[in-house]
């Protein structure tokens, strides 16, 4: 561990990330880890995470990072013991493909084929029977009322036991909701509420972004999700061509939708998809015109704010934190400059390869960089060419054009070449909404993960966890039950070593406050790559 500004840079010649993502078995039962260091006797129950598990079917491979079958893991802490184990989530594109030996339902960058055991015309008819969209739930799980969901990012979300890791139900939120799907990174209120976003068909039949909500637990016990609603509509800058959409913001009194150039050919999905044999991957296309628009609009009541803020284009993926200032907005994001697909690099041949292509290759893909927008709340016209913004603290910029936009220009927070401060994570329950402090994320150099990361929003100083050919997963910030700080906490996160012979694999406890290691348990098994991390108390 030791604070710097993120440019030493770890070289991996060996290799060993390709590891990480190579297919693995399940357990039959869970299996002790080797613990070092101690454990606090507060930080007991379970830690969630999904990921991709299985990267083919027989001899047919899947191609891209967000395709391999859902696989869960979960760690046990217990009186400073733990226990590790894992399953494959029964999806039907999973339980489909183990059936038949092959790719039955298209992955976001794999398209499946008819079964070639079928005559030709059977196989013609496959073909024009129209999209059947992928359950295959990799990307993130979440409580919904007192029940866990591993998601993707189509309408379907699958019910999981948390204690056993059996898969209960799929679950199709267009039977509750109108949405064509939501992402995999919702907001929950305190009381269980959860929010989250997803694209629909709006008036004419034009392309919105409706805001759902899912109620908290209900006193009878019933399904909170049979009283989902939909709480507020946000326009499309294109009727038939809909923006990529992987998270949204929430502070205490709106909601923040960043709507950048990555577009979905909405057309393309839904006609040259049964015909060619098309994924998900091949109808995205970049509007290189339209820079990024920022959305507000209001929680309650749930109302769209018509002030037009744009700005340069960036990939986004995860929003960091929002919270409301002065009349102002402030929103701390992960960005990716320009307006090309970041996912294009994500396919596993270019992850896969040695090390000198990885960078080779990244050297070409958008560069990231953590920024802060300021949105001013309060707008006037005849302010033209004026910075609105008047917060002390920031540099980001909001200026009044002629034609009626904001132009928001944005202070950096971080920015390293091609050293990703990605995957972030807040103490979400008491600041999340709120002027807050620390960020902590998952550091990824040329798209390798190889660090843990520490982020002082305010002075821009930043701590980091590293080990030599050690690949850590998304760290998740737990709050200390006595804490009186911000960053008063552990951080956990699921660590692999390729390179050793015994235990390849550990969770990694670390003190929030300087990243520096409390305890350590390690399995004598591999771990593939991971998104995210979910803890279950006791």
Not at 89 to 105: F, G, H, L, N
Request: proline content about 7%.
């Amino acid at each position: 561990m030791w604070t710097s500004v993120f440019i030493h840079s770890l070289e991996h010649p060996a290799g060993g990330y390709k590891k990480i993502f190579e297919s693995c078995d399940e357990l039959a039962e869970p299996i002790p880890a080797h613990v070092s260091g101690k454990i606090p006797a507060w930080l007991t129950g379970s830690l969630l995470r999904v990921g991709p598990g299985l990267f083919e079917i027989g001899d047919e491979p899947f191609y891209h990072i967000f395709d391999g079958q859902a696989l869960i893991h979960k760690f046990d802490l217990k009186d400073g013991h733990v226990t590790y184990y894992r399953r494959f989530i029964r999806t039907d594109a999973y339980v489909r493909a183990m059936t038949e030996k092959r790719i039955v339902i298209t992955e976001f960058g794999t398209a499946a084929y008819p079964d070639p055991c079928k005559n030709i015309f059977s196989r013609f008819f496959t073909y024009f029977q129209g999209i059947e969209v992928t359950d295959n739930c990799l990307v993130n799980i979440y409580p919904i009322g007192e029940d866990f969901y591993a998601c993707t990012e189509t309408n379907y979300i699958t019910k999981v036991d948390p204690d056993t890791l059996e898969t209960i139900k799929k679950v199709d939120l267009c039977n509750y909701l109108s949405v064509n799907g939501v992402t995999a990174h919702p907001h929950t209120e305190p009381d269980g509420t959860v929010y989250n976003i997803g694209n629909c068909f709006g008036k004419n039949m034009s392309l919105a972004y409706n805001i759902v909500k899912i109620p908290p637990p209900q006193d009878d016990k019933s399904d909170p999700i049979e009283k989902s609603k939909v709480l507020v509509q946000f326009p499309s800058s294109e009727r038939f061509k809909p923006s990529y959409v992987h998270s949204f913001g929430m502070t205490e009194n709106y909601f923040v939708f960043v709507e950048t150039p990555v577009k979905i050919n909405l057309l393309k999905f839904l006609t040259s998809w049964s015909i060619r044999g098309t994924n998900y991957m091949d109808c995205f296309e970049s509007n290189d015109k339209m820079g990024t628009w920022f959305h507000l609009a209001t929680k309650n009541p749930g109302e769209y704010i018509d002030h037009k803020f744009r700005t340069s284009a960036f990939n986004l993926f995860h929003h960091i934190n929002c919270y409301e200032d002065q009349g102002f907005i402030v929103v701390d994001l992960c960005t990716w400059k320009g307006h090309d697909f970041v996912y294009n690099y994500l396919y596993l041949a270019n992850v896969r390869q040695n090390w000198e292509e990885v960078k080779k290759a990244a050297m070409s893909a958008p560069q990231p960089e953590v920024r802060r927008y300021v949105l001013p709340l309060d707008i006037h016209r005849e302010e033209q060419g004026k910075n609105l913004v008047s917060l002390p603290y920031t540099t980001a910029t909001a200026v009044m054009c002629s034609d009626g936009n904001v132009w928001l220009e944005p202070e950096v927070l971080f920015s390293g070449p091609r050293q990703a401060f990605e995957f972030p994570q807040i103490n979400y329950k008491k600041y999340c909404g709120k002027n807050y402090t620390f960020a902590y994320g998952l550091g990824l150099n040329h798209f390798i993960p190889d660090r843990i990361c520490k982020l002082n929003v305010k002075s821009k100083e930043t701590w980091i966890w590293q080990e030599p050919d050690a690949y850590p997963s998304e760290p998740l910030f737990v709050q200390s039950p006595d804490a009186k700080d911000e960053d008063d906490g552990v951080l956990m996160s699921i660590v692999v070593k390729p390179g050793v012979t015994q235990r390849p694999a550990f969770l990694l406890i670390l003190n929030a406050t300087d990243l520096t290691e409390i305890a350590r348990a390690e399995v004598d098994v591999m771990i593939p790559v991971y998104f995210t991390l979910v803890r279950k108390s006791q």
